[in-house]
């Protein structure tokens, strides 16, 4: 193993830990979906890495096949997310925690937003585009 | 051939009631219904010919053994407990006492029974009677029957399960069922005794067969001189099982209640055959207590107080069944006045049991007789049994009315009849007993308690007589315009045992055949060949005679003078109708102390030991309250101690490595 | 932790790498929408040395340029991913971190896989993750979308295993490696060198005196064949793999089955 492909090894793990960390911290469930996906990414690096580090072929098979089960696990994830979705209305993890003993205090519940930086449309800066044609009848949220 | 009659004979007396409990118990709800007697009469019926067999056939065809007077017939069954070096086998043994008392509790149970179909008549519980009764029955017969004091206990204790059966039988009625419990609770503290007297006689004798520590005389002296406490420490526990089972003082406090039992049962448990339990035990164990003059003594005093309270307690009550009870409280007082007089030498210990187990026997008779007859009055009144509120019944009940005269009067002694003999037996006894060097003075006290109380029981029982049947004619409301008189079930049974009781005295007592039947039991020695005591069976009679007079004149000539003695003694008074306010004495002495005690007991469980447990149990609880927040219910949470775990593992792969 | 006293640049670019994020997470209360600079160029600047710090200089300039482009966008992407409070963002973020990835897939000599994951992630899955986020969340980043949980300690404890993974690799090489380092360099540069800058790698303008590498028993007959060629890899799967593959085709229908099975009926009224 040469010191370079270390250097590819070790963005793998940095790609799989970034990833863990997005899963661990954000509560959008789409959000930690696609953060798994990263960890796979990491680890699909790593194993084309190992694959090379061998001179052989079966490190990309396997990412491959790696790649497959992701598109498949993308797919259900997604399924699954619109059902629980359509239960809550809401794509926060912090409201399926049932699984807990009665006892046990749930996830806090978030603090009224004060900041001015959530206030309005939570689209926040996107450009909004100039009105082509007629001014639609109600007025755009937020007023700007 | 003996043998065979003899195994066919024995265990045909404790196993037809046995089969007709079972039989009752389970078919009589949904088959037997209306019919359930049935079994019960034909099982006792079998019962009492193979108890007449028993006394009449086998017994006097077999040779004397061991002193050449006992005569014993042993059938084994199978070993019940082998327990290292005690064995308990189940056999059944039959004796002359115990030949006498299965005689005497089949025939008199048989009459009850026959009563017993007529006065149960419609009650929903009728099937239930009877298989309690067939169960009583059987109880008996395997207590006497018993060959060891391991199967006497568990039958002393069934005869006391069906006494709490019965006496509870309307459990319904509050009163029933509290009076069950206190019967069941007072006689656990007798039971406690006995059950401790047995393990002394394990103990020290290496056994607990009646063969080998009632037989020989060697056994027991060697035991004595061993240690010379250890007999009477043993009578002693003994004779607190008797006082427990058979009402002595302050033990009986628990019979009185029991009359809340339907009246057949009060007849047949009650008066003629358990509460004699502890007659019979005693006087079983006359070879021990022959080793224990005190606690002879001791027996005689209870006997004596007992005798004295429950006859004081009779005077006053109202309750025509109460009044018996007491007076059966009383009697048994006289039978274990007359077991301790061994105590006085002993030459005196043969007529002493005798004296004793005669009156058990005659007792049996004339206090069943009244308390049936009291039975057809209840029956007859409507269940009303409060003597002021009927009186003159004489006319409308007249073969209660004969039959409960002639049952008052051998109890109260007049000459010729039932009890007039035994009860002279006693007074003889204790007669001689007071001449004797030692304790003459002592037994002479007990001798004029005795009178004195011969004296009250003539009294009180002619009182209860002329309060229920003379004066003018006054029913209850509850009886219905006419009261009517015992149906033919209920009136047989009454008559003949007025027959018994005004005969069966004077056929076995004054002939000596029942003195010369019963010494060939272990223990007793043949009687010297004695003369009737005039001088006492005119004393008694005179006392009798006394006793109905004061009865006649007090409420009968002049229904004035009890209640003139009972304002100038209204103290007295008071406490006779309080019943010496024993239960009250026990309750302060005995109840609160052990309420004190459970209440400390459940402080202790509920606030130390609890709280022991309780703390122990929660520290998991507390541990895991902490730990149990990861079970947050969050995937996020999961997958955090997941990945922690991963760390960690790398971390210490890396220092490893 | 001696192989960190002797880089220590790429200690800092740990540290500065922790920072950025942490700066750029959103915190427990509600924060602006907006990238904060700062956070991004501590980020950058951390992923920067870290990079810079593990050593292992390329031969090839361009190579080396490649190498520094993709993996800083592919990490710098997967933080700027995983900060984002807009999720739209975020799926865009993916995007370009998995463009990114792919570019490193083909640096390692894997061409097909390249485009593979462009054209299954690119193509499919962040389109997919697009339609269900403006679904499911029309009115943009949501109340919980501005916080984190336990952003630090999760923060500070992957980068432990971060550094671990860093230590473990300098500290104890791979057994292999060891035994023939030299052969294996010279392999390496062989086969990494022909296609720089190159998007195709055919077998036929591989250097054909490549030196046959030691046997690999899981993979004999495609052991001679070039790493990442398509007939190689070709050979692989359909010939070694032939049932995975058919497996992994089956589990593609039955997660599509279970996906349509799953997702709420549009009559259930659910989006």
């Known amino acids: ?102 006892d046990v205090p749930g996830p806090k519940p978030d603090e009224p937003e004060t900041g001015s930086g959530a206030t309005g449309s939570s689209y926040g800066e996107i450009p909004t585009l100039t009105v082509a044609g007629p001014a639609p009848l109600e007025p755009v949220a937020g007023g700007r | 051939m003996l043998e065979d009659i003899q195994q066919l004979v024995l265990w045909a007396i404790p196993a037809a009631p046995l089969l007709s409990a079972i039989v009752t118990a389970l078919l009589g709800k949904k088959v037997l219904k209306g019919r359930s007697h049935l079994p019960c009469w034909s099982a006792l019926a079998v019962s009492f010919v193979c108890s007449l067999v028993l006394l009449f056939g086998v017994l006097p065809g077999i040779n004397g053994t061991g002193n050449g007077y006992a005569r014993e017939s042993i059938v084994f069954g199978f070993e019940w407990l082998h327990v290292g070096t005690l064995e308990i086998p189940l056999q059944l043994r039959a004796d002359s006492m115990s030949a006498i008392m299965l005689a005497m509790v089949t025939g008199v149970s048989f009459l009850v029974s026959l009563f017993g179909s007529g006065y149960m008549h419609h009650d929903p519980g009728y099937p239930r009677f009877f298989a309690a009764v067939s169960m009583f029955v059987f109880s008996m017969c395997m207590l006497v029957l018993s060959n060891n004091f391991a199967q006497l206990f568990v039958f002393w204790e069934m005869v006391g399960l069906c006494s709490y059966l019965l006496i509870g039988f309307w459990f319904h009625k509050p009163s029933a069922a509290a009076a069950a419990k206190k019967a069941f609770v007072v006689n656990r503290i007798g039971d406690f005794g006995l059950i401790m007297g047995i393990f002394l006689i394990w103990t020290n004798f290496g056994s607990i067969d009646f063969l080998h520590v009632l037989s020989s005389q060697e056994v027991i002296s060697h035991v004595h001189t061993k240690s010379p406490h250890v007999i009477p420490l043993i009578c002693f526990c003994l004779f607190l099982g008797a006082m427990g089972k058979s009402a002595q003082f302050p033990l009986q406090v628990w019979l009185p209640d029991a009359m809340e039992g339907p009246t057949p049962v009060s007849a047949l448990i009650h008066a003629a055959t358990m509460v004699t339990a502890g007659v019979y035990l005693v006087a079983r164990c006359t070879p021990l207590f022959v080793m224990a003059p005190n606690v002879q003594m001791f027996v005689t005093a209870i006997g004596a107080a007992t005798a004295v309270i429950a006859a004081l307690t009779a005077l006053t009550q109202t309750d025509l069944k109460r009044v018996l009870a007491y007076s059966t409280v009383s009697q048994l007082g006289f039978m274990f006045m007359a077991l301790g007089c061994g105590a006085a030498g002993t030459e005196l210990v043969t007529p002493a049991v005798t004296a004793g187990m005669f009156h058990l026997f005659t007792h049996a008779y004339f206090k069943a007789l009244l308390f049936l007859a009291a039975g057809s009055v209840m029956h007859a009144m409507g269940d009303i049994i409060d003597m002021r509120r009927f009186s003159g019944l004489k006319h409308a009940l007249p073969i209660t009315h004969w039959t409960f005269l002639v049952g008052a009067a051998a109890l109260a002694g007049v000459p010729l009849l039932a009890g007039f003999w035994s009860k002279d037996d006693i007074l003889a006894v204790l007669y001689e007993a007071s001449h004797s060097k030692e304790h003459g003075l002592f037994f002479g006290t007990i001798l004029v308690i005795a009178c004195a109380t011969a004296l009250l029981t003539a ?99 002049s229904p004035g003078i009890p209640v003139a003695i009972a304002k100038a003694m209204k103290p007295l008074y008071l406490v006779s109708q309080g019943k010496f306010f024993l239960d009250e004495i026990l309750f302060v002495l005995v109840v609160l102390p052990l309420r004190g005690i459970a209440l400390i007991a459940t402080l202790v ?38 990945w922690l775990g991963a760390v960690v593992v790398v971390v210490i792969a890396l220092i490893l490595t | 932790m001696e192989w960190f006293q002797k880089n220590p640049l790429a200690l800092a670019g740990l540290v500065a790498w922790i920072v950025g994020i942490l700066m750029l997470m959103p915190g427990r209360k509600a924060t602006s929408v907006r990238i904060p600079r700062l956070g991004l160029l501590v980020t950058a600047a951390g992923v920067v040395l870290f990079c810079a710090g593990v050593g292992g200089r390329g031969p090839e300039f361009a190579n080396e340029v490649m190498f520094w482009t993709f993996a800083v966008g592919a990490l710098l992407c997967g933080v700027l991913m995983i900060t984002a409070r ?17 570019g490193l897939f083909l640096l390692q000599s894997a061409p097909f896989l390249a485009a593979a994951t462009v054209i299954v992630y690119a193509g499919a899955v962040i389109v997919t993750f697009l339609f269900v986020i403006m679904l499911a969340q029309q009115s943009g980043a949501a109340a919980y979308d501005h916080r984190s949980r336990n952003a630090i300690p999760v923060t500070l404890a992957s980068f432990v295993l971060l550094g671990a993974i860093t230590l473990t690799l300098h500290k104890s090489p791979p057994a292999f490696s060891k035994r023939d380092l030299k052969e294996e360099a010279k392999v390496e540069v062989a086969a990494a060198a022909p296609p720089t800058g190159m998007m195709m790698v055919s077998p036929d303008n591989l250097p054909k005196e490549k030196p046959a590498s030691k046997p690999n028993q899981l993979s004999l007959e495609t052991a001679k064949l070039p790493v990442g060629s398509m007939k190689g890899l070709g050979k692989s799967l359909f010939g070694d793999y032939l049932f995975a593959v058919e497996l992994a085709g089956t589990l593609l229908l039955v997660a599509c089955i279970g996906a349509i099975a799953i997702a709420p009926r549009r009559e259930e009224g659910a989006l």
Not at chain 1, 15 to 44: K, Y
Not at chain 1, 51 to 62: D, K, L, M, P, S
């Open chain 1, 1 to 102: 193993m040469t010191p370079e492909d270390m250097r590819y090894l070790l963005v793998g793990a940095g790609l799989f830990i970034l990833g863990a960390i997005g899963f661990l911290t954000r509560r959008n469930l789409i959000l930690m979906v696609l953060c798994a996906e990263l960890m796979l990414h990491g680890v699909s690096l790593s194993m084309v890495t190992f694959g090379r580090i061998h001179q052989t072929n079966e490190g990309q098979a396997f990412t491959i096949f790696t790649l497959t089960v992701a598109a498949c696990e993308a797919g259900l994830a997604l399924s699954l997310v619109l059902a629980l979705y359509r239960k809550s209305h809401s794509l926060d993890i912090q409201l399926w925690s049932e699984l807990r003993d009665p």
């Open chain 3, 86 to 102: 807009n999720p739209v963002y975020g799926a865009l973020w993916f995007a370009l971190s998995t463009l990114s990835t792919c």
């Open chain 2, 459 to 557: 009294f009180y029982t002619f009182r209860a007589y002329f309060m229920t049947f003379w004066g003018p004619e006054r029913f209850p409301e509850e009886a219905g315009d006419h009261p009517h008189e015992a149906t033919p079930i209920m009136a047989w049974p009454l008559r003949i045992l007025a027959v018994c009781a005004a005969l069966i005295g004077l056929a076995v007592g004054p002939t000596h055949l029942f003195a010369s039947y019963l010494h060939k039991t272990v223990g007793l020695t043949a009687p010297e060949a004695h003369g009737l005591h005039w001088n006492i069976m005119a004393l008694s009679t005179v006392i009798g005679m006394a006793g109905i007079g004061f009865a006649w004149m007090f409420y009968v000539a």
């Open chain 2, 605 to 642: 469980d509920r606030f130390l030991i609890d709280g022991l447990i309780d703390s122990v149990g929660a520290l998991p609880g507390m541990l895991s309250g902490y730990l149990k927040r990861l079970q947050s219910g969050l995937v996020t949470s999961y997958a955090g101690v997941m």
